[in-house]
């Protein structure tokens, strides 16, 4: 059902879910970017609703609502364990079509890949969706490649046009505050990216065969391991586990669940101390795979939304959507080689 | 011909090996200009000049092989530089030229417009600067630079003032990664050790360059919203005793750095040596005079500096003494193989 609110009864609709709801969105963090004198537009509790960022695309993803990059998950003592408490309040989360689409992704691996994750369902059964409509392509999105700038799976949709809430909701219970807040009914539709800049394809054909073809190589020395791509990633759901002893007393601690990235040293550790993978080359090659086939051929959809966060924090200008496009030359040069050309 | 070269000096244009020809002295604070001036100088320099532009050492235009006789030429001709660099002409009518040029350009590296290490917009504060102290004929260098890498070499002028963040964490963004503690170790001071899997500062040891929060991938380091400033004292080139600058000031303000170059203006005039060649002494040969107490007495003064501030003392300048032999004799190697001191030079 589509309303068009003006700011005021916009302020009221956020005053209302802020009751039941921790508002989760984009926000602009001043001066809060990496470097001096820049801007960081990352997931945050907003308290307001001009605190909304519509315009930039946040460069970390929605992911951070289920999986914090730190978590304590537990404290413990010497005889008694402690679960951390669950969040006091459910979350509406902004998001876009790309993050709505990996929403389904993070559930895939967490609830329905073996046993649910506890942690991650009882944060996950308390939330809500709102999705940002996209008026145009970001730099660096592939999404219309990957299927994913469009979706109705959302309880609201919001626009932002001309200083006017353009909403689009899905839930019978927000009905009646809708038009109680005096919003004007309206025939909306939540914008949507019909081209982007970047197209991918990923080829038909494509096996771990791959792996052998020389595309990767150039990675070893222009990949930093530094992980960004990782943790920008609305897909990424790796975590490690950290289990410390406090300084003051020795016999009780917590154990934290981490995000972890494929990238970076030590992912690979293994007791003994040998490790898997040590060149970028092959560490990229494992996360390419990973999010373009191994996913799929488990679970039968792509993992990668084509939200281009990667690409577009990566410190090395590694375009993570002009390695897909360079996977069909690969199997071909692998090919080419197996059979002696 | 009859040239009152005190004059034409603090006008900006110089006495050179060639007899009736000057050069133009074009300051440009913080050494950013824009590009359309580039053409004005080419101008100057073709029309009145030799056709070439020398590029100073502290980030202005000297234009050489000017006939004394078209400076008043020249100097209309200056006057669009002059609007676009910011210069402060206080004491001379436009057209005129520059009113002074003892003082010398603030120079700064590129700054934060540009460069992802610079912790502040250093080409903003020279500009700042310039308006604070300029006309000024007092022989005073201010360097700028945007982080510790010190790009800009503050440590060769009288007054350094370089970069400085005070890094931020917040623990719950910090994914035990390393990459802040390898960079800190690599690049840097080696502050940062890792305390139950997350970073852990040494505030004694950090210099505030920033590498950290560049280094971390996950915005768990960022960049304090007040800008600080190290600043240092009395660097000097020259033919005495040329000395690296000293650290007076960690974690020192923007306010405070102005107030400090405003009272070292004032001490300097107060205790300059009238008889000085020119009217020029470097500070530090007045402080090695004063005391340094004096010195800091009067540069102090006023000034409010943030809590986090470190003021360093004692002060202490070593350098190349060129006359040393003069007092402490010279060292010589004997043909026997000892040494011995020889006052005799």
């Known amino acids: 059902m589509g309303y068009v609110a003006d700011r005021e009864q916009f302020g009221k609709l956020f005053s209302y879910w802020e009751k039941e709801y921790d508002i989760w969105a984009p926000k602009r963090f001043h001066g809060g970017g990496r470097f001096s004198d820049t801007d960081a537009v990352r997931y945050a509790v907003v308290k307001e609703p001009d605190e909304i960022e519509f315009d930039e695309k946040s460069a970390y993803s929605w992911k951070e609502t289920v999986l914090p990059p730190s978590e304590t998950l537990f404290y413990y003592t010497q005889t008694h364990v402690e679960e951390a408490q669950a969040p006091a309040k459910k979350r509406l989360v902004f998001l876009r079509s790309c993050d709505l689409a990996a929403v389904r992704r993070m559930d895939q691996i967490y609830l329905k890949n073996g046993d649910p994750d506890y942690y991650y369902e009882r944060k996950r059964d308390g939330l809500a969706f709102v999705m940002i409509g996209c008026p145009h392509t970001c730099e660096n999105g592939f999404c219309v490649s990957m299927g994913t700038n469009a979706s109705d799976d959302y309880d609201m949709s919001i626009d932002l046009v001309d200083g006017k809430y353009r909403l689009d909701f899905r839930r019978d219970d927000w009905d009646a505050f809708f038009a109680g807040v005096g919003a004007e009914k309206a025939d909306v539709t939540p914008a949507r990216v019909t081209e982007n800049k970047v197209q991918v394809s990923v080829p038909e054909n494509l096996t771990f065969e791959v792996g052998k073809s020389s595309m990767w190589n150039q990675y070893d020395k222009r990949c930093i391991n530094c992980g960004r791509c990782n943790f920008v990633c609305p897909t990424c759901t790796c975590f490690t586990m950290q289990d410390l002893y406090y300084d003051a007393n020795g016999n009780v601690g917590e154990r934290r669940r981490v995000q972890a990235s494929c990238m970076v040293d030590g992912y690979t550790d293994v007791a003994g101390g040998a490790s898997y993978r040590k060149k970028n080359g092959e560490r990229m090659r494992f996360k390419t795979l990973h999010k373009v086939l191994d996913f799929k051929e488990r679970f039968g959809y792509q993992m990668c939304v084509g939200c281009g966060r990667c690409d577009d924090i990566c410190p090395e200008y590694i375009s993570f959507s002009n390695i897909i496009n360079h996977l069909e030359e690969g199997m071909k040069e692998v090919a080419d080689n197996e059979s002696g050309k | ?345």
Request: glycine residues 10%; charged residues 25%.
């Open chain 2, 1 to 345: 011909m009859d040239i009152n070269t005190k004059e034409l000096k603090k006008n900006a244009f110089r006495v050179t090996k060639v007899r009736g020809v000057t050069s133009s002295r074009v300051r440009v604070p913080g050494g950013l200009l824009k590009a359309e001036y580039l053409g004005k100088i080419q101008e100057i320099a073709e029309k009145y000049g030799n056709g070439t532009v020398n590029l100073t050492a502290r980030q202005g235009f000297e234009i050489p092989g000017i006939p004394f006789e078209k400076i008043p030429e020249v100097n209309q001709a200056l006057q669009e530089i002059i609007d676009g660099t910011g210069v402060n002409q206080t004491g001379k009518a436009r057209g005129e030229g520059y009113p002074a040029s003892g003082t010398r350009n603030v120079s700064a590296c590129v700054g934060n417009r540009v460069c992802p290490y610079a912790c502040y917009d250093t080409t903003a504060l020279a500009q700042k600067i310039e308006k604070v102290i300029f006309p000024n004929d007092l022989h005073v260098k201010i360097v700028l630079t945007g982080c510790p890498n010190d790009c800009q070499k503050v440590r060769m002028g009288d007054i350094g003032i370089m970069g400085m963040t005070e890094p931020q964490l917040d623990p719950e963004r910090c994914v035990s990664c390393g990459a802040c503690i390898k960079a800190c170790r690599s690049k840097s001071v080696d502050a940062l050790t890792k305390v139950h899997f997350r970073p852990e500062r040494d505030t004694y040891k950090c210099i505030g360059c920033g590498e950290c929060i560049n280094a971390c991938p996950n915005l768990a380091w960022t960049r304090s919203p007040q800008k600080y400033f190290r600043i240092t004292l009395l660097g000097r080139t020259g033919k005495k005793n040329p000395r690296m600058g000293v650290d007076f000031i960690k974690w020192a303000d923007e306010d405070s750095v102005i107030q400090i170059i405003k009272n070292t203006y004032e001490y300097t005039r107060h205790y300059i040596n009238p008889d000085s060649p020119g009217g020029k002494e470097h500070i530090g040969y007045i402080v090695d005079r004063t005391g340094t107490e004096e010195f800091l007495r009067w540069a102090l003064k006023d000034v409010h500096l943030p809590e986090i501030a470190e003021v360093y003392t004692p002060l202490n300048w070593s350098g190349i003494e060129y006359a040393h032999n003069k007092y402490f004799g010279n060292q010589r190697y004997h043909e026997d193989g000892t040494i011995v001191t020889d006052f005799s030079v």
